[in-house]
């Protein structure tokens, strides 16, 4: 089992910039490639990013891409997604998930997921 915590979700007005955090506990962190997802009001949950499992990979969704930065910090157990110019049409509840494959952008192909972080973008 690993399990996932997310944080630092929160308001922000169009333009701004959040740090999304993920912390990792239960099996090894470095066996698992790491994604970001999210789910807006009634809409599908939808691939944001993926990182492979010793952080020299990364892929993105192309709705995000340019503009968030997947990262891990293996010592530490973490991966983020820095979000810069957020948009109003960022507004989710953003999950992050492991999985054993990369890069893989199915819900089906993520093994263990968080409870996920709310995220607001105000224009």
């Known amino acids: 089992q690993v399990q996932l915590v997310e944080s630092g979700g929160g308001l922000v007005q169009a333009g701004g910039s959040l740090r999304l955090s993920c912390a990792a506990s239960g099996r090894t962190f470095t066996n698992y490639a790491m994604g970001w997802f999210r789910q807006a009001p009634g809409k599908e949950r939808e691939f944001v990013s993926t990182i492979n499992w010793r952080g020299g990979r990364t892929y993105y969704a192309d709705s995000v891409k340019g503009r968030f930065t997947i990262s891990r910090d293996n010592a530490k157990n973490t991966v983020y997604l820095q979000m810069n110019s957020l948009k109003p049409e960022d507004t989710a509840v953003y999950y992050c998930?492991?999985?054993?494959?990369?890069?893989?952008?199915?819900?089906?192909?993520?093994?263990?997921w968080g409870q996920g972080t709310q995220v607001n973008v105000s224009s």
């Open positions: 998930a492991a999985a054993l494959a990369y890069p893989v952008t199915g819900r089906g192909d993520y093994n263990y």
